[in-house]
């Protein structure tokens, strides 16, 4: 690397405190009241199973809980969330990174893209919220990572290997939809890394991943904010712990639950509305 000088102050300037990029003081917080009392008697609608480096789409309507159960062993998710009604809304992992941090957990919301960008989801319970930020930086359920494909698998090793998380959500769509593969595939997106324990180093800001704390009996919950179609990969990385885009690491299934609130429990509840922003861009 080339030798760049540093300044007579960049100590003072290195010293300076951060500010917060989207303060949420202004963002509107979920009742989280009302999904309490909604989740104290559930009653399961349907479910599913999602096999070892596969994926699996299910629907979720408005006012269920999504449950995803890590099962038979640790095991690593990658979700993509759609409006189901409306393929071009979808998870918007970056501003839900920008506005609740790196890995989201209960009481966070998973935000829609533009130009609706208003909550698809709300975490309600997470059975690994104890976890916290380790001593590395690492913590679970992260929205910095990306889904891993194929073309970067290609990049790196030559490889043509067809069952990463984005090959495995690309068939689970197509299949759920029966639109053609080539047609599904630019719907797939970035993910949130459920049960997934990731941060970046300090030292080099490299993402990293480790061995996943999740065990079976664990599972993440959300409230569905609007009709959702969930498309689920159970990793080809298995815990994490060591490789993924190949079949070297050990999978396990994981389950994915529709459940019914208890009856009555939403009458307050008030369904997000799209953006407010009149979208003329100054025009
Ligand atoms: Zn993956």
Redesign the pocket.
């Known amino acids: 690397m080339m030798d760049v000088l540093a300044p007579f102050d960049a100590d003072e300037r290195r010293a300076v405190s951060p500010v917060i990029c989207y303060p949420t003081v202004t963002l509107p917080q979920p009742d989280m009241a009302l999904y309490t009392a909604a989740r104290s008697e559930l009653t399961e609608v349907a479910q599913i199973r999602i096999p070892p480096r596969e994926a699996n789409a299910i629907d979720v309507p408005a006012g269920h809980f999504l449950r995803i159960h890590s099962v038979e062993g640790s095991q690593v998710g ?1 979700l993509n969330l759609f409006n189901r009604h409306d393929l071009g809304e979808r998870f918007y992992s970056g501003k839900t990174r920008a506005l609740h941090g790196t890995h989201v957990t209960m009481g966070d919301r998973l935000w829609s893209s533009f130009p609706n960008l208003r909550p698809m989801a709300t975490v309600t319970h997470d059975t690994l919220a104890w976890y916290g930020i380790d001593d590395f930086g690492g913590s679970v359920h992260d929205v910095i990572g990306t ?2 494909d194929p073309y970067t698998g290609h990049l790196l090793s030559g490889d043509h290997y067809h069952h ?2 984005h090959s495995n959500l690309t068939r689970a769509l197509a299949d759920h939809t029966n639109m053609p593969i080539k047609e599904a595939e630019p719907h797939i997106h970035d993910v949130l890394n459920v049960f997934m324990c990731t941060g970046f180093t300090r030292d080099t800001g490299q993402y990293f991943m480790k061995a996943s704390p999740v065990r079976p009996g664990d599972y993440i919950e959300f409230f569905a904010e609007i009709d959702l179609l969930a498309v689920l ?1 159970a ?3 298995g815990d994490c712990s060591t490789v ?1 885009s190949s079949d070297a690491a050990e999978c396990f299934p994981l389950d994915i639950q529709v459940l019914a609130p208890k009856l009555g429990s939403l009458q307050e509840w008030v369904p997000p509305q799209v953006s407010g922003y009149d979208r003329s861009h100054g025009r």
Do not use: K, N, V
């Open positions: 990658d889904r891993c990463c998380c990969s990793c080809p990385g993924h």
